[in-house]
């Protein structure tokens, strides 16, 4: 038992990026089961001389038939599986055309070892199991793309024993069914990819106004990466760039052979500027403006990479005005040398709407997170502690209010806007109704 508790301990110790080394370890887990086996069988041995006769044979007679029935139900649940499968593969499985890096991106995102295994992943489960022991709490799932199209297909969204093991026989049924190609196709058929869109040919169209089988890389890569938390009602610039980081390393771990470094680094660094639901240029918008990544000495940086100056694209010219003054003010009062941002031109909807588009797609805001002043001292754009950044701060929101229309903070706030400020030059309802008859007119291929 000694050496089987610490099996246990190496087996929740061991780092979780490489398969467990079974072989390595392979004589400590058979002594430790061998023990455990002949503990069971000195245990039965016991009960059996001290049992009464007829005793005895009653439990032995219910423990035989407790198994038959145990097999009767595998069997039986088994024919079911396949049943349900034929009864799915009598109709015919329309095939969704998509581009080679969509579905390797699919592939490498949700089941890297989709081409290898039979239904299901053995590896991953196991990975999950040791990630769900050691956290205590479910934190990590091993479902294949076989395992989920049997989900979405046959069985409901409740997380019980019961489904997961009727979701495995049944996927071990459609993969004796049907083709890796065709379980594909129902996958992305039925995944929802967020804002309402259920399948990639709806995903495709409405967040990049394209054919599946146009997705590039970059495209493929921002789509499955909002899988795992789509968004319902708002796209923001961090769930994008999460998303799509998350998406190129594991395309790059899975298709090494596949994808140069040269190409991940492109699809990694595209700007997301065009990326907005409904679908309307930024022209459309009003956001024709560009600002230079250096105004009056103070620097503009991304969040993602607060070191490196980068240029404000597409903006309503007014606003890009007002932010030139404001950079200009903060830098001759304050010492401003830089602002670290999460974008100033963010493609989403207005919170709680399902139509009206938010200033930030408008080019009409910025959202500032950090501020760098004379000296390097960097001041978060959150509550304070140190009275001196306190007062730099307060300074710079007093300006920003001076510059913008509405500022959001955590005074006014506090949930939303608890560690940034946000500047906004609010959209008149009349231009917005105009772009939203735009976006409607060529959806539905009319002349506006």
């Given at each position: 038992?000694?050496?089987?508790?610490?099996?246990?301990?190496?087996?929740?110790?061991?780092?979780?990026?490489?398969?467990?080394?079974?072989?390595?370890?392979?004589?400590?887990?058979?002594?430790?089961?061998?023990?455990?086996?002949?503990?069971?069988?000195?245990?039965?041995?016991?009960?059996?001389?001290?049992?009464?006769?007829?005793?005895?044979?009653?439990?032995?007679?219910?423990?035989?038939?407790?198994?038959?029935?145990?097999?009767?139900?595998?069997?039986?649940?088994?024919?079911?599986?396949?049943?349900?499968?034929?009864?799915?593969?009598?109709?015919?499985?329309?095939?969704?055309?998509?581009?080679?890096?969509?579905?390797?991106?699919?592939?490498?995102?949700?089941?890297?070892?989709?081409?290898?295994?039979?239904?299901?992943?053995?590896?991953?489960?196991?990975?999950?199991?040791?990630?769900?022991?050691?956290?205590?709490?479910?934190?990590?799932?091993?479902?294949?793309?076989?395992?989920?199209?049997?989900?979405?297909?046959?069985?409901?969204?409740?997380?019980?024993?019961?489904?997961?093991?009727?979701?495995?026989?049944?996927?071990?049924?459609?993969?004796?069914?049907?083709?890796?190609?065709?379980?594909?196709?129902?996958?992305?058929?039925?995944?929802?990819?967020?804002?309402?869109?259920?399948?990639?040919?709806?995903?495709?169209?409405?967040?990049?106004?394209?054919?599946?089988?146009?997705?590039?890389?970059?495209?493929?890569?921002?789509?499955?990466?909002?899988?795992?938390?789509?968004?319902?009602?708002?796209?923001?610039?961090?769930?994008?760039?999460?998303?799509?980081?998350?998406?190129?390393?594991r395309i790059a771990h899975f298709f090494p052979d596949r994808y140069t470094s040269e190409t991940l680094q492109e699809a990694a660094m595209r700007p997301i500027e065009g990326w907005v639901r409904p679908y309307v240029t930024a022209r459309d918008r009003?956001?024709?403006?560009?600002?230079?990544?250096?105004?009056?000495?103070?620097?503009?940086?991304?969040?993602?990479?607060?070191?490196?100056?980068?240029?404000?694209?597409?903006?309503?010219?007014?606003?890009?005005?007002?932010?030139?003054?404001?950079?200009?003010?903060?830098?001759?009062?304050?010492?401003?040398?830089?602002?670290?941002?999460?974008?100033?031109?963010?493609?989403?909807?207005?919170?709680?709407?399902?139509?009206?588009?938010?200033?930030?797609?408008?080019?009409?805001?910025?959202?500032?997170?950090?501020?760098?002043?004379?000296?390097?001292?960097?001041?978060?754009?959150?509550?304070?502690?140190?009275?001196?950044?306190?007062?730099?701060?307060?300074?710079?929101?007093?300006?920003?209010?001076?510059?913008?229309?509405?500022?959001?903070?955590?005074?006014?706030?506090?949930?939303?806007?608890?560690?940034?400020?946000?500047?906004?030059?609010?959209?008149?309802?009349?231009?917005?109704?105009?772009?939203?008859?735009?976006?409607?007119?060529?959806?539905?291929?009319?002349?506006?």
């Amino acid at each position: 038992m000694g050496l089987l508790a610490w099996q246990t301990h190496v087996w929740l110790l061991y780092p979780w990026d490489r398969p467990f080394p079974y072989l390595e370890h392979a004589p400590w887990l058979i002594a430790g089961l061998l023990l455990v086996g002949d503990g069971l069988l000195r245990l039965l041995s016991r009960l059996r001389t001290r049992c009464p006769t007829h005793t005895w044979r009653i439990g032995s007679r219910i423990g035989i038939a407790a198994a038959g029935l145990g097999v009767l139900g595998a069997v039986g649940t088994y024919v079911w599986a396949e049943v349900r499968v034929a009864r799915l593969v009598t109709k015919p499985i329309r095939s969704v055309s998509c581009s080679r890096a969509f579905l390797d991106a699919t592939v490498a995102m949700e089941d890297g070892h989709f081409y290898r295994h039979r239904g299901l992943d053995l590896e991953a489960i196991h990975r999950a199991l040791r990630r769900n022991v050691q956290a205590r709490r479910v934190v990590q799932g091993g479902s294949t793309i076989t395992q989920q199209v049997a989900k979405n297909a046959f069985l409901g969204p409740e997380r019980t024993m019961r489904r997961k093991i009727l979701e495995a026989i049944l996927a071990l049924a459609l993969e004796r069914r049907l083709t890796k190609r065709q379980i594909l196709s129902l996958y992305v058929s039925s995944v929802d990819y967020g804002l309402g869109c259920r399948g990639i040919e709806q995903a495709a169209h409405l967040y990049f106004g394209k054919r599946p089988e146009l997705l590039d890389l970059a495209d493929s890569a921002v789509l499955v990466g909002l899988v795992p938390s789509p968004p319902q009602q708002f796209l923001t610039a961090e769930a994008i760039n999460e998303g799509r980081r998350r998406a190129l390393g594991r395309i790059a771990h899975f298709f090494p052979d596949r994808y140069t470094s040269e190409t991940l680094q492109e699809a990694a660094m595209r700007p997301i500027e065009g990326w907005v639901r409904p679908y309307v240029t930024a022209r459309d918008r009003g956001a024709t403006a560009d600002l230079p990544a250096v105004i009056s000495g103070v620097s503009f940086c991304p969040y993602f990479d607060p070191a490196t100056a980068r240029p404000l694209h597409h903006l309503n010219p007014e606003f890009a005005r007002r932010v030139e003054r404001f950079a200009r003010d903060a830098r001759s009062q304050t010492g401003l040398r830089r602002i670290v941002h999460l974008g100033a031109y963010v493609d989403r909807l207005e919170r709680g709407s399902s139509e009206k588009l938010s200033s930030h797609a408008l080019g009409r805001a910025l959202d500032m997170k950090a501020f760098v002043f004379d000296g390097g001292q960097v001041i978060e754009a959150r509550p304070n502690a140190d009275p001196v950044a306190a007062a730099k701060l307060d300074q710079v929101r007093r300006l920003a209010q001076k510059h913008f229309p509405r500022v959001l903070w955590w005074g006014n706030e506090p949930i939303r806007h608890q560690d940034h400020f946000h500047v906004e030059l609010p959209a008149d309802e009349a231009d917005i109704r105009a772009i939203m008859e735009r976006a409607n007119a060529q959806r539905l291929g009319v002349s506006p």
